[in-house]
Nanobody, 129 residues
Framework: QVQLVESGGGWVQPGASLRLSCTASGFNLDRYAIGWFRQAPGKEREGVSCDSSSDSTTYYGESVEGRFTISRDNAKNTVYLQMNSLLPEDTAVYYC??????????????????????WGQGTQVTVSS
């Protein structure tokens, strides 16, 4: 069965860190770009970060640049999102998605682009004191 599964979400206080994982089954992530997206209540889904499989190209949303880091371990078929210095406005459901090979900036900014063919079920991140 082809699927992506996110894990690692939870409740943390402002300033804390979390590491999200996106693990694939049924296909090899080394041929796919992985994007992290998030959706807060009442807001549109937005791109958080994206990593291409074929080169070192990565993108980050403006609000997370410098705080979040995307990385991958192809041996574990997993992509990570390290989130540091979390803010209350980071509270959202976080999703990972896969598209073939490369993450282009214009595709990263369009979560509903049909090339994002595989999505996980999401993991909740809540940042609150």
């Amino acid at each position: 069965q082809v699927q992506l599964v996110e894990s690692g979400g939870g409740w943390v206080q402002p300033g804390a860190s979390l590491r999200l994982s996106c693990t694939a089954s049924g296909f090899n992530l080394d041929r796919y770009a992985i994007g992290w997206f998030r959706q807060a209540p009442g807001k549109e889904r937005e791109g958080v970060s994206c990593d291409s499989s074929s080169d070192s190209t990565t993108y980050y949303g403006e609000s997370v640049e410098g705080r979040f880091t995307i990385s991958r371990d192809n041996a574990k078929n997993t992509v990570y999102l390290q989130m540091n210095s979390l803010l209350p406005e980071d509270t959202a459901v976080y999703y990972c998605a896969a598209r073939p090979y490369v993450c282009y900036r214009k595709v990263f900014s369009r979560w509903n682009d049909p090339s994002w063919g595989q999505w996980g079920q999401g993991t909740q991140v809540t940042v609150s004191s």
